[in-house]
């Protein structure tokens, strides 16, 4: 469902705003901040598909934010992987990705329950997940249509 940004709720901003700067940052960290070897690393792609998600999650999209829920936990375990092994700056970083990650994720998951409590899903939305139960109730249809074999 797309929202302007004076409907969508504060967590929904919330959202979309940690996982922007979760994108930069994880930009900033490979790049200048702390990068692995002392230059900057091909480990800076690993914001691409947050930042390809972003714009759609920004909409309000639904499958955006799917795909955004499924990825961020692998970008703060993999921050929280290098806090812990990587010493000064670096550990220093990768704990800031690692809470901004979290915090990003939890506003997600919030968003989509707001949603999903208050029943505002799209129509597309509706009819994809009606359209399980009405095969399966065209199947109930014909099985009972049939003579029983005993």
């Known amino acids: ?10 967590i929904a901003r919330l959202a979309v705003a940690g996982i922007l700067a979760l994108v930069l940052l994880e930009l ?3 790049i200048v901040l702390a990068p692995l070897g002392g230059h900057p ?4 792609l690993k914001a691409v598909p947050l930042a390809i ?3 759609g999650a920004a909409r309000g999209a639904r499958a955006p934010r799917q795909w955004l829920a499924l990825l961020l936990p692998f970008c703060a375990a ?4 290098r806090a812990v092994g990587e010493p000064g700056r670096h550990a220093a970083v990768a704990w800031m990705v690692c809470a901004v990650a979290t915090f990003s994720f939890v506003a997600l998951l919030a968003w989509s ?3 999903a409590r208050s029943g505002s899903i799209s129509a597309r939305d ?3 997940a009606a359209a399980p139960r009405a095969v399966d109730a065209r199947e109930s249809r014909r099985e009972s ?5 005993r």
């Not at 469902?1 to 504060?10: D, F, G, L, N, W």
């Not at 690393?41 to 800076?44: D, E, K, N, Q, V």
């Not at 249509?145 to 074999?149: E, G, I, L, N, T």
């Open 126 to 128: 509706r009819r994809v």
């Open 145 to 149: 249509a049939q003579p029983r074999r």
């Open 1 to 10: 469902m797309t929202q302007s940004a004076a409907e969508a709720p504060i």
């Open 28 to 30: 900033l960290w490979e």
């Open 78 to 81: 993999e921050a929280l992987v």
């Open 113 to 115: 329950r707001r949603e």
């Open 53 to 55: 998600f972003w714009p």
């Open 41 to 44: 690393s091909w480990l800076a």
